[in-house]
């Protein structure tokens, strides 16, 4: 995915730019950059991979070369940026964060709209930042281009800019699918996707955009060029997985959710015949420890940690874009403890299952230390479709997805006209396809979230959530 922070400010933003983007780094592991703006020297730029480097490791030396009263950085997942562009709008830099499905066909009609050329990467395809500051150019304002680009983007797309004169634009995808949330303290404002990150930096919670809102800011204050839409259809995995414990979206804190989700989720089992008894319930760390302890709280069951996370060199397992290396290190992050595992009946707590890759190395580890019973509980529902608009599944194909797998393996092409019926467990499809999971997997039960539990645990309104991956449905 990715995410970005800017500032603007009446004194120097370099520092607070620096770790407001490193606050970012959960959410992205290919590259990262930092663009700032002095109103002697001009605009300073940096981009570097960070695929094996951490953000805040590979930007320190860079530190010094930098100064400016306002600033863009970003963490992302896909092209490297920001870029630096000039056109009749004048110079500025940009950062883009989303999912663009028609790139080439976007392409193609600029070409054929009189465009000459575009920058291209080592693999012939277009940088996509640079794709969207050529739409945005073809208008007459960079609300008009923002705009233009969010209309025929098929996917999603929520950006910075900031211009030569220190401004900086923010933009919020027109259903509003990542949050953009601006801070402020006694020297200026901030931009950000994590509330947490400008908390931690000085800053108070001062405006959170609604859906396609476009806000201008600089040190003085911010205002509203384009009014914001009345659909909103924010990412549920913002709770669910991707955002940080500390973040609020919509008033929603992520913690908070995942504690209830949890709760929800025991409640709702145990109403339907019962939870499994069981000596410890554990998250599948991080992300899955506080649907467990909301889910250990609910059920009374007590709750453990039979594995512990060793971060300081294996924090992340999808980092490494090799499957077998990533297996290898989840394996090697998670240390067991043979004490909380031998002759237990232990129930694990994931955010998720996707491809179910890595969770059956885990699984077959229990049993090696001696678990005696291995039940598995995921805090969403089955993920039945490939997300289309923030790439929150690296899989290239749906049939990767292992609910999807399964449901070939058991019906063929004849199942996956019945994927309503395979997501609810109380169906005589779903239970089949938990019974086929848990024989594949080596669990002694399996049980998912419903979606219906999920919205619950989020609270807002649900028609203003996007369910795609579970649903299918916009």
């Known amino acids: 995915m990715g995410g970005f922070f800017g500032a603007a400010s009446h004194h120097d933003v370099v520092l607070d730019v620096f770790f407001g983007v490193d606050y970012h780094s959960h959410l992205g592991t290919r590259r990262a950059g930092m663009i700032f703006h002095d109103s002697e020297a001009g605009f300073q730029r940096e981009i570097h991979s960070i695929e094996n480097t951490p953000f805040r490791t590979r930007f320190e030396d860079d530190l010094p070369g930098f100064h400016g009263c306002s600033g863009i950085g970003c963490i992302s997942d896909t092209d490297p940026q920001p870029l630096l562009v000039r056109s009749h709008l004048g110079t500025f830099g940009i950062t883009t964060v989303g999912a663009i499905n028609n790139a080439e066909q976007l392409v193609k009609d600029y070409f054929e709209q009189g465009g000459k050329q575009f920058m291209a990467m080592s693999s012939g395809a277009v940088n996509t930042t640079e794709l969207v500051a050529a739409l945005i150019n073809q208008r007459g304002s960079f609300a008009e281009g923002i705009k233009f680009a969010q209309e025929v983007v098929e996917g999603s797309l929520t950006l910075l800019i900031m211009t030569s004169d220190g401004q900086i634009i923010a933009a919020r995808d027109k259903v509003g699918r990542l949050p953009v949330l601006i801070g402020k303290n006694g020297e200026g404002f901030c931009i950000s996707f994590e509330s947490f990150a400008y908390h931690k930096l000085g800053y108070d919670d001062e405006y959170e955009l609604g ?17 914001a839409g009345t659909q909103m259809k924010i990412c549920a995995f913002l709770w669910v997985y991707y955002g940080y414990p500390n973040s609020n979206y919509e008033g929603v804190n992520v913690e908070v959710m995942r504690y209830r989700n949890g709760a929800i989720m025991a409640r709702d089992e145990a109403a339907a015949g019962g939870v499994p008894d069981v000596d410890y319930v554990a998250g599948v760390p991080d992300s899955g420890v506080p649907h467990a302890i909301g889910y250990s709280t609910e059920s009374k069951a007590p709750f453990g940690r039979p594995f512990i996370k060793y971060t300081p060199t294996w924090p992340r397992s999808f980092m490494p874009t090799n499957q077998d290396v990533r297996d290898r290190v989840a394996k090697m992050k998670l240390i067991p403890v043979p004490e909380l595992i031998r002759d237990k009946r232990l129930m694990f707590v994931d955010d998720s299952i996707v491809r179910g890759t890595q969770l059956q190395g885990t699984v077959n580890y229990l049993h090696e230390c001696g678990a005696s019973e291995v039940h598995m509980r995921s805090a969403c529902p089955p993920i039945m479709f490939g ?3 923030l790439s929150f599944s690296r899989s290239r194909s749906e049939m990767e997805l292992i609910a999807r797998r399964v449901i070939q393996e058991l ?11 395979y997501a609810d467990s109380s169906t005589e499809r779903g239970a089949c396809m938990l019974k086929s999971i848990c024989e594949k997997m080596g669990f002694d039960s399996l049980g998912y979230q419903s979606l219906d539990g999920m919205l619950e645990a989020i609270g807002i309104d649900r028609e203003k959530i996007c369910t795609y991956c579970w ?4």
């Open 411 to 421: 019906e063929g092409d004849e199942g996956q006209q019945h994927l309503d019926e």
């Open 471 to 474: 649903s299918g449905k916009e």
């Open 387 to 389: 997300c289309k608009y």
């Open 211 to 227: 859906p396609g809102e476009i806000v201008r800011v600089d040190a003085d204050g911010y205002e509203t060029i384009s009014p």
